[in-house]
């Protein structure tokens, strides 16, 4: 019999966690087609989570939490738990109940008929306007940096290949992005249709400041596009300066009262110095995450392990 590892990234879903882990286990059971197991990442959270996980995993030995020391972030938690698998597919989704477990077979059989990975796609997201916006500008970054197909959805609701998962964990630097992982490894890859339901508690845990830290992890790990557009930006405003210089001396020539002017000069300083601070702070983004990288900073670090009631202590 094959078997079934879902991994879960939790963080403030002390009141929704439980019933996306009892709708799994009552699923899966119901089709009895395959084992499985359930791997909960613990992403430090602030309130009760961790506590509703343990209980859990006491009542069902095919759960097993882990728990970080610190937040790493989403991606990071996945990471985390991608280490613990053990079935031949992996299935990803959030600790919200907004990604429906009664729903899964619909990513596994699609993955099954050939596919590596299968995402979910929404006809209409139950999200924040915010979150929306957030969502469009992770596609966007991933189509222009790594060449995602513009008619591929990437969520975090999707099915994958277990070979796809291996390949995924030797990626070791701090700052991971999975989807560009998974990209990297393959690009057989589809989508379905599945219902994306509201919230019933609580909020997300990707505030503005999360979301860009994601963006940035995109930007600097997978793609020097952004290194090239800063050599463009430097080239054209050269160029602009270079033409405020000659019309700035022809004017004079032609009509050698016109003053050279103050505030004409004081924008091209402060133009050609932003640009300058643009492109000194995208290349110390890049520097200071290979800095952080060499010395080998921890991508998560476990502060234990709970298997059905068994807990024993690990650090990665």
């Known amino acids: 019999m094959e078997k079934l590892s879902f991994v879960i990234p939790c963080y403030r879903s002390q009141d929704s966690v439980r019933g996306v882990l009892d709708k799994i286990a009552e699923t899966v059971e119901k089709d009895g087609r395959y084992d499985y197991e359930i791997i909960c990442v613990n992403d430090y959270s602030p309130d009760n989570t ?26 990071a938690a996945l990471m985390a738990g991608f280490n613990y698998v053990s079935g031949d597919i992996v299935v990803c989704l959030d600790d919200d109940g907004q990604n429906p477990p009664e729903e899964m ?50 969520n975090s609701y999707y099915a994958v290949k277990r070979f796809v998962v291996e390949e995924t964990i ?3 630097n701090a700052y991971p992005f999975v989807h ?10 589809t989508n379905v249709m599945i219902t994306h339901k509201n919230r019933e508690t609580g909020q997300s845990g990707y505030s503005f400041a999360k979301l860009v830290s994601l963006w940035m992890n995109g930007f600097t790990a997978f793609s020097e596009k952004p290194l090239r557009i800063s050599s463009l930006l430097g080239v054209i405003s050269a160029l602009i300066g270079f033409v405020i210089a000659i019309v700035v001396v022809i004017r004079k020539i032609l009509d050698p009262g016109v003053p050279l002017g103050y505030s004409a000069i004081m924008s091209a300083i402060m133009f050609m110095s932003g640009m300058n601070m643009l492109i000194l702070g995208l290349l110390g983004e890049y520097i200071g995450r290979m800095y952080i990288c060499i010395n080998n900073a921890p991508q998560f670090t476990v502060r234990s392990v709970k298997r059905g009631g068994q807990k024993d202590k690990n650090n990665k």
Do not use: C
């Open 105 to 154: 077979f619909k990513l596994i059989d699609k993955l099954n008929e050939g596919y590596d990975l299968v995402s979910a796609k929404y006809e209409d997201k139950n999200r924040s306007l915010f979150r929306k916006l957030g969502t469009k500008m992770s596609f966007f970054m991933s189509e222009w940096l790594i060449n995602k197909p513009k008619d591929l959805d990437l």
């Open 170 to 172: 030797k990626y070791k």
């Open 50 to 75: 961790l506590e509703v996980l343990n209980k859990a995993a006491d009542e069902n030995d095919k759960i097993t939490v882990v728990d970080l020391s610190r937040n790493f972030g989403q991606h």
């Open 180 to 189: 560009g992982l998974m990209l990297r490894i393959t690009r057989n890859m």
